[in-house]
């Protein structure tokens, strides 16, 4: 479905990404598609044995697929991880075309910000004072660097998106549309009066390398010292993560969910869709927390909890089947009192009969 | 409570909407407002019957109102939906103020995009290598459109809209501000080492005809092919489409609602507020989502469905009924086995005895 | 962990407060930490009794706390809110750097704009037509300012904030970064062919004094009239208020919750994180809504409600609890009607024996 701008043979892709070509090493990949997809020029992949059917019934000109499932006499590349695989061909066959390096006209940076001679500014961004743009990296139009921001090098800003002052990016950075480091957090103390009177939020936001933010994602700087995310955390879209947060290395945070202040995601922790958590918790190394999970304790290493509020994950697939036969439960509790001669203590009148 | 800059007649009013005019129809109206808060120059609406206390104690001059209901002497315009008559009667009386055609100085236009004459981008506004800007469009301060971009006929971009490459607009689409089309899906890969590498995502987003989105909404290309919002869907603020979705035809998704990768919503399938799907699920024509759901399994055609996991609605306002009853059921339980001598094999010593 | 930028004497600062210096006034402040972090230079507080062993175990150079606490031999600040008194001392600790007066180079401001000169419009900020920005007020780069819109006093407008048109702010307003107010509300009613005609939306979004707008969070304007967010109100980060809201003096939105078209928040509600509330609710003075409760009829003064649909606090609490031992009540409910001889009437083939 995505077309290669200049064809490649299926032989030398198979050397670069360190692999051998099964048939036809001069098959010319025209595109990139799924199995379902796919047509006579593209090249697809089979991620198990699972895909057989699918596998059988593509279009797809060539695959890369693992040991063992038959490739249907296409020109192949066998591979023990076709994901990932496929995921590197499709990087080397459709490569991006970042922006020319230099400081394009209509951007406006301050005359002391410290731009690298291959870093990419485009138009209509902003560096503010005393900023530093490392080498590589490339800022879309309309990003906004407060003054005194440090960006790394080979980092990707797309457009739209605001650090403010204090925060600093690692390498090999990607920021989506959008995303606001920065923010003060959420935080007040009670006046004399009543009202609420803001503390002050001086602390600063950390993003260390290889993280990518999803777009429109915010991420609030600490009311003193840090919020941290830790090397090669992947944080998805319209997600909240508050002041004084730690995210860890390889930690996972899907789709709008959110962390209260100081709460702490160990190394590998996972937080599916729409989950959400208490301030000054911990989710331990490798935990998963379910879609929509709701947390107000810690979360074990390891542990796999799901629900509002969060029970282990066996125990709450147990709760929700049983709620659903709940009602009927009521009924027989009922049959059972009416059997005993025994009444309701607190008779609902809107029970039914 | 909204003034109309300069006052119309009734009776003309009511010719442009095709209906007849009742009363006096030399009427001047002011201004439009609702029924509570409406005064003698005012032009109302009541929609339906339900509405005739609301209508008996309003101060507004004039009415559109359905047959039958009482006008209380003012002049009035019958109407078989009163509703859709007064958001029209409002669209011709309050009307917009579009920007003026052209380029505004301080855009950024690159050279080879192709703008129409009749379109306008205003200052700020950035618009890509290649990119075209359709006719009687709009691109408000800010907007960014990345390289090859392109916009149909008569659409509004509101300010801060991002729409990365390969994004690609019908005519008449509504953007919202802070609109983000074309961030990357969140797909990774495991490496070798047990790194999430990034898979890339080379698909796009393809936005067709009538469609609005609203303010700060995401919505990511697809990692192969497109995500697709077709004809007429209507989203609402701070919604999330991942990677691969198809939205359907009138199909609507109220704010803060997400859904996870490869999920069709067919043609007017309804998602209420802050609900949410597991990725590669169907939610089919016209089916209905209640507000908070979490779907992990399809929903068929027409079929109602609440809570999470979902249910079908009437199973789940029954479940919701019978849990709120749950802690007296569990009391009763224990009476009924103290009569026969039953104990609880696990008794909980935290459970009140 | 934040430094000061020139040591101030913790004498001076008490009497800033209006508190008494304990032991030597000559401590010259070099930062301010939690107790935590802090160093020998750091002024710290502990917020009440509880906070004495972590008080004790700290290497806080001086503190502030309240009466009755043992401050270990250092240099302290007697305080009744140690908390308030912690966040003044930091306001005149660790100052802001607000932009310059005036409108820098490659701001856009309309000609007929009205522009304080006391006030500081940056780089990429965009002012439209008539718009008009009182004394003191900070527009960060590529803040956007509709035709018309106005701006008070001493207000503070983030990078990439969008007012839309007929948007007013009142004085001391804190918009953080990418905050859209006026957004179109989400309206549509139906026409005859039974697709969805957009409901114009001619009203506008008003803001009072002193309130507190968090990252990239959504208000739409009325359809008709005004959505209104009260003096002193504090919303946080990706909260979605639809039109026609209305939220009271002192109200509290945390994070990713969302209201409905009409809802009502009285005086010093409290929505925590990611609730949400169907439309044309009342929540009253002081109620209280937490984490991720779905409203779906009015919460009264002053009442605490928790769930999805809500229940009062202590209810909900009970029910959660009654959920998690429903699977065993199942069992034993079982066990009851073999002992009676009773079978349950609609046997689940799937139930555990």
Redesign the interface.
């Known amino acids: ?2 077309r290669v701008a200049s064809p490649r043979r299926l032989a030398d892709l198979a050397r670069d990404l360190g692999r051998e070509c099964e048939g036809d090493g001069d098959f010319a990949i025209g595109g ?3 199995l379902a ?1 796919a047509g006579a020029e593209d090249l697809s992949f089979a991620r198990s044995a699972q895909f057989a059917a699918a596998l059988r019934e593509s279009k797809a000109g060539a695959v890369i697929l693992p040991e063992g499932l038959d490739a249907g006499g296409r020109p192949a590349i066998r591979s023990p ?1 076709p ?2 695989d496929f ?2 061909a ?2 080397r066959l ?1 490569p ?2 970042p922006p020319a390096a230099g400081i394009a006209a ?1 951007a ?1 940076v301050a005359e002391d910000a410290q731009v690298h001679p291959t870093a990419s500014i ?3 961004a ?1 560096v ?1 004072a005393g900023a530093h743009v490392g080498p590589g990296s490339c800022l ?3 990003v ?1 660097l ?2 005194g921001v440090q960006v790394g090098a080979d980092c990707m800003l ?3 998106v ?1 650090l ?2 204090g925060t600093r990016l690692g390498d090999r950075v ?1 920021l ?3 995303v ?1 480091l920065g ?2 957090g ?7 009066a ?7 939020q ?2 600063c936001v950390v993003v260390e390398d290889e993280v ?1 933010i ?3 994602t ?1 991420v ?1 700087r600490a009311t ?3 919020t941290r995310i830790r090397r ?1 955390a ?1 944080i ?3 997600v ?1 993560i ?1 002041h004084n947060c730690e995210i860890g290395e ?1 930690a ?1 945070v ?3 969910s ?1 962390l ?1 202040g100081s709460t702490i995601l160990e190394r590998g922790a996972v937080l599916m ?2 989950s ?1 958590s ?1 301030g000054h918790l911990t989710v331990g190394e490798r935990a998963f927390v379910g ?2 999970a ?1 947390l107000h304790k810690d979360v074990p290493a390891g542990q796999r909890v799901w629900g ?2 969060q ?1 282990p994950e066996h ?1 709450w697939h ?16 009922r ?3 009416r ?2 001669g ?1 009444r ?3 008779p ?1 009148p809107s ?1 039914p009969s």
Do not use: C, W
């Open positions: 479905m995505t990139v598609a799924p997809s991880n994901s990932l995921a590197r499709v990087t459709v991006g075309a209509g406006l485009a138009a209509g902003v503010g879309h139009p309309r906004v407060y003054p797309h457009a739209g605001v403010r002052e990607i989506q549309p959008g606001v923010g003060d959420f935080g007040y103390a009670m006046d004399e009543g009202r609420l009177e803001k503390v002050p001086v602390g990518e999803g777009a429109n915010t609030d003193l010292g840090e090669g992947k998805d879209n319209l909240q508050a390889d996972v899907v789709a709008q959110g209260s869709a729409q959400g208490a879609a929509r709701g509002t509020p029970q125990a147990r709760a929700m089947a049983a709620l659903a036969r709940l009602p009927d439960a009521l009924r027989r509790l049959a059972v009192e059997k005993l025994l309701p203590q607190r609902k029970e």
